[in-house]
């Protein structure tokens, strides 16, 4: 029996994708967004150990309204039901419609346009995953990308010898 070793990687060629100034333009005005608000983006499932609620709190808590949170993602893959919890994130946003914007579900060849769009990215996971794809996505995209000190990913990040 011969084992196999798939190891986790992404097609640099959908993320490094640069875009043109109108079409972030475009994504923010279609969001509400405007060219001087701060946009921190989050990108994946909108459940409970990804830390989005969090997320979307501690922006709240900043007393400056130009900085604002785009979630990008669904519960799951595209057409998943909505959940109790992406239920509340979303009624979060609508509260909050003027810092908190919920895309819902964006193809995935699509999310540069997205990650092109925002200033810097924020993985906030409260939990020990096994690897999130999102950040090598970001960092593909040369976005700058803060993430929770947790899971996989960091034995990949000292392996590349990247700053922590």
């Not at 501690?58 to 309204?65: E, R, T, Y």
């Not at 239920?87 to 579900?105: E, L, P, W």
């Not at 794809?133 to 990308?145: D, Y």
């Amino acid at each position: 029996m011969s084992i196999l070793v798939l190891k986790n990687r992404i097609d640099l060629s959908k993320f490094a994708k640069n875009i043109h100034f109108k079409e972030k333009s475009e994504i923010r005005r279609k969001l509400g967004l405007s060219l001087d608000d701060f946009v921190i983006i989050y990108c994946g499932r909108v459940i409970k150990v990804k830390g989005v609620k969090e997320l979307i709190e501690a922006v709240l808590s900043i007393d400056n309204p130009k900085i604002k949170v785009m979630i990008v993602g669904s519960s799951d893959f595209k057409g998943a039901k909505m959940t109790d919890y992406q239920s509340s994130i979303c009624n979060m946003a609508a509260q909050h419609k003027d810092r908190v914007v919920f895309t819902g579900y964006i193809d995935n060849m699509n999310l540069y346009l997205y990650h092109k769009s925002a200033d810097i990215a924020v993985v906030p996971s409260i939990c020990e995953e096994a690897f999130n794809i999102a950040i090598l996505e970001f960092l593909a995209s040369g976005i700058p990308t803060i993430a929770t000190r947790s899971g996989g990913w960091l034995k990949w990040v000292r392996q590349q010898q990247l700053c922590l």
